[in-house]
């Protein structure tokens, strides 16, 4: 063997290596790409299912933003009726307060009057228990002389 027909050998050699490196290296890039193919679409269906669900949870949430607004609208008479309601007990409070507040100087004045007054009160009553005995006395007499 002469060194073309080497040299030959030795280029189809390395043909030979170099084309089956290539094809599997094709292989392998075709599974990847397979495998990356079949990856985008699981992508893709979960994408689908999460766009799914993310509308359900707006739906969903829309209805209860929608409810919660109609409950508050239903409370919203109730809590003005409560709130007139507290104003009302706040005005008999009130009321009762200065009632109390007039009772109290009122009794505190009729004491007053009563203290100031006690002692023409003890004498109008000396003097009507004086008036009565005299008034008993004369009646006494009077029936002691009708009888002689």
Same mark, same amino acid.
């Given at each position: 063997?002469?060194?073309?027909?080497?040299?030959?050998?030795?280029?189809?050699?390395?043909?030979?290596?170099?084309?089956?490196?290539? /094809?599997?290296?094709?292989?392998? %890039?075709?599974?990847?790409?397979?495998? &990356? +193919?079949?990856?985008?679409? @699981? #992508?893709?269906? !979960?994408? /689908?299912?999460?766009?799914?669900? %993310?509308?359900?949870?707006?739906?969903? &949430? +829309?209805?209860?933003?929608? @409810? #919660?607004?109609? !409950?508050?609208?239903?409370?919203?008479?109730?809590?003005?009726?409560?709130?007139?309601?507290?104003?009302?007990?706040?005005?008999?409070?009130?009321?009762?307060?200065?009632?109390?507040?007039?009772?109290?100087?009122?009794?505190?004045?009729?004491?007053?009057?009563?203290?100031?007054?006690?002692?023409?009160?003890?004498?109008?009553?000396?003097?009507?228990?004086?008036?009565?005995?005299?008034?008993?006395?004369?009646?006494?007499?009077?029936?002691?002389?009708?009888?002689?």
């Amino acid at each position: 063997m002469t060194w073309s027909e080497i040299s030959i050998v030795s280029l189809v050699a390395a043909c030979l290596v170099l084309i089956v490196f290539t /094809v599997r290296m094709f292989i392998t %890039a075709t599974r990847t790409l397979r495998l &990356l +193919g079949d990856t985008v679409i @699981e #992508v893709k269906q !979960q994408v /689908v299912h999460t766009t799914e669900h %993310a509308e359900n949870l707006m739906k969903q &949430l +829309g209805q209860l933003t929608e @409810e #919660v607004h109609l !409950q508050v609208l239903a409370l919203e008479p109730s809590m003005q009726s409560v709130e007139k309601a507290g104003k009302a007990v706040g005005e008999v409070a009130s009321t009762l307060r200065n009632a109390s507040r007039m009772m109290n100087d009122s009794l505190l004045g009729a004491e007053k009057v009563v203290h100031t007054h006690q002692k023409r009160i003890h004498d109008i009553m000396e003097w009507a228990t004086t008036g009565y005995e005299l008034w008993q006395r004369w009646q006494a007499q009077r029936s002691a002389k009708s009888d002689h």
